[in-house]
């Protein structure tokens, strides 16, 4: 086997010759790197679950125990023990229901009960054209159980084996139910995501290298990367780590276009070598020695950016940095061991047919004769670009948050989503997507009455709701609470009442006994707690406006319950929901940039061994995303007349432009310092320039490709703000690569001459030309 006889001169940091070594190691045991990396992924694959398994879409799974959402989620605790979850169960026929009808009904939830995991079925009743009947199944399952899908399918097969009449129809819908079918969904959407992601990097890779190998080994790492990386957080998953599905959607646009980037780092810089006349895996040793720091610091900038989050209140923040950290870390160490090992056993073959041409003098391209232009006038680059940056920054005020539902909209066609349709059909029109107000009472309701009437005459009146349903007009009839006290002196508690009525209650009207019956949804057993279904008069309960109506239905209800005599009150639904996840959201986003802007920062630093570069470097991605947001809110909210922007995107924006603009900067800057040692600094940035220009652009085309993917293969009403996310950060990315790091940052580079890299002694550096 041939030794590579690329040797790093003493006078070179410590960063190359480390690099050069697992440079040698990763050429010459090719072999056993390749193996090692494809019998770890076998065995990794075939051995954990899957991360669709182990997903969660509800959002409000991520509030802090401090939010008013979680708070009022407490009081719910009265009708349900804490930690349960009730499943309902929506039965619905074409006509009346009758007897038979019922019998069936009351036979499928015996079947129900003795289901694994389900600790107690409720029948709550009939709705009020007595086409329909609601059942809950309570659980112990929850969202972030992997059980969860289990379950859900077990229940879906009781109802199947109870063999019910052909003119019923029964469907599962609530936030399990829908959570488990999006779930389902998501690893649809996440092997679309996979294949249009590949099919796009390997087209757009012909086009760059014109070579069809060359494509296939830049991907390889970041699909095999992609495979294990997912079983991998879902086994930490299945210790407490709590994973979105946004988190499984991004993870794999990460992978693929960071892991692609890095490729192309190093791929072009083989190539460039092999063209100076170095041996294929000479010129594999020498350019990673080379370009290894460069990708090395930036992966751990996208590390530190992510971990970053873990200081985030807001957990679908907090808990989107590790599984997505992890996937970085995999993927760097894939191209710094198996990205070489592969090019050393393809060796020229890699750019065939495409023959390297030795050039013993730089051959200037495009961005070379560009660069060439910008440091003859730095000073009119800088000044136009920061005005069309601050120009398209002036849209940034006009920003409104919106909500970013995940799990509360089931996926079309699905189980889940016809029950959803059937429960808004049959049963009050709050109930499709329902909001909570709940009042905590001093005494039972059933030693005083008077509670109800005043509470639910302060509700009725209110303008903040346009319709209300509660203990007094279960299932649009109304009850008395004279009636009421009368029932529960003859039959007890609505909580105890079976499904059919029993013959000693023969008395009682039947229509009486199922609406008494119904009122179980909104008195507790205790009897003190009272619970309201409302509609929202600011609009539908998934708007914008309805979540930010949310200050102003909370102050009503306090004073709806000091009137009324509640010592305690909350509310709960989505748009309560999604107004604290945006509140949270922005303090995130003001507590965490700081923090990873600092620690980049200071990454940065040592990496360029300056005080003065960082400064300018971070600046300059501060002002790229603050364009980006003014574009992402013109297209979106004025061209698209959008009520808002998801609210996630703000911070994921400045998050992935802080760590990703920062790998090109990282390239490029690195590049201007290697070549500023043998030639004046605007000479310098020229050369790195003309290098570094096409592995920057065809990166950024690669990124931004990636992130256009997830926006396209996000479909249906239901990931809006998924495809929000993918197109805005593919914005972002394309102007911080072609008029950022290619353009504002050279020039600056250019007008501070050798002040970008003090306090660094320049020694044998060659002063810059005046």
Known sequence: MKKTTVTIPDTEPKGFKFFAAVGRFSVRYRWLVIAVWLIGAFLIVQNLPSLSSVTQSDNTNFLPASSPTEKALKLENAFQPSGTLSVPVVIAANQPLNDTDQAAIVAMQVKLA???????????????DNMAELVEVDTRANTGNANAATFITSLREAITQSNLPSTLQVHLTGSLATEVDNSNSSGK????????????????????FRAPLAPLITL???VL???????????AAKHGLKVSSLAQLLLTVLILGAGTDYGLFLIFRVREENESGLDPKEAIVKALSRVGESISFSAATVIVALLSLLLATFQIYSTLGEPLAIGVALMLLAGLTLLPALLAVFGRATFWPVKPQNHKTKKFGAWGKISARIVKRPVLVLIIGVIFFGSLALAVPGYKASGFGGGSSPPSGSDSAKGTALLAEHFPSDNANPTFVLFKLPTSF???PSYINRLSSLMASSNQFNHVTGPLNPNGFSLSTAQLTKLYSQVGSPWKLPAIQPASLKRIPPQSYQLYRAVSAYVSPDGRTIQYSVGLAAGNPGTTNAMVATP???NEISVIAKKGGAIDNGMFGQSSAFYDISSISNHDLIRVIPIAVIVIGILLGF???????????VISVVLSYLAALGVSVIIFMHFQHNSGLVFILPFLMFIFLLALGEDYNILVMTRIREEAHGMSLKNAVTSALNTTGTTVTSAGLVLAGTFTVLGIVSTGSANQEVREIGYGLAIGILMDTFLVRTLIVPSIVAILGKWNWWPSKHGSWVEQDD
């Open 446 to 448: 059933w030693q005083n």
């Open 220 to 222: 390889i790492p970041p």
């Open 114 to 128: 003795k289901v694994s995991g389900v600790f107690k079925v409720v029948n709550r009743g009939r709705s009020a």
């Open 189 to 208: 959407q996440n092997s679309e995501l996979q294949i249009g992601t590949v099919i796009f990097i390997i087209v757009l890779l012909l086009l760059i």
């Open 552 to 554: 102003n239905i909370r």
């Open 607 to 617: 990496l360029m061994r300056s005080l003065v570069a960082p400064i300018y470097l």
């Open 225 to 235: 990367v992609v495979s294990l990386a997912g079983p991998l957080i879902a086994e």
